[in-house]
């Protein structure tokens, strides 16, 4: 059964950091692309990073570049989503997922979706 199961979620203040974790379980994921994905209430949910787990090139979206920071860690079948300087707007629930490439980084092609972790961000 294949699972992500995110972390690393909570309360803190405009300017501050999250670092949110997936771990990921049940299939070969160096063979694919993992990623976040993030839905705030009364919106769609939206695409905001994507690392290629086989050699590392990433994406980002345009309002999280230079904030954002995607690694992944091969040994420990994780991927981490370093937010730094975060902002009111980036109050949101974020969700792992994961697919064959980076390439159409959008919601109907997702095969397998995490559960959440909610990152909120205070002014």
């Known amino acids: 059964e294949v699972q992500l199961v995110e972390s690393g979620g909570g309360l803190v203040q405009a300017g501050g950091s999250l670092k949110l974790s997936c771990v990921i379980s049940?299939?070969?994921?160096?063979?694919?692309?993992i990623g976040w994905f993030r839905q705030a209430p009364g919106k769609a949910r939206e695409g905001v990073s994507c690392?290629?787990?086989?050699?590392?090139?990433?994406l980002y979206t345009d309002s999280v570049k230079g904030r954002f920071t995607i690694s992944r860690d091969k040994a420990k079948n994780t991927v981490y989503l370093q937010m730094n300087n975060l902002k009111p707007e980036d109050t949101a629930l974020y969700y792992c997922?994961?697919?064959?490439?980076?390439?159409?980084?959008?919601?109907?092609?997702?095969?397998?979706w995490g559960r959440g972790t909610q990152a909120t961000v205070s002014s």
């Open positions: 049940g299939f070969h994921y160096g063979h694919y692309a």
């Open positions: 997922a994961t697919k064959d490439t980076c390439s159409n980084w959008y919601t109907p092609f997702i095969e397998y």
């Open positions: 690392i290629s787990v086989r050699d590392g090139d990433a």
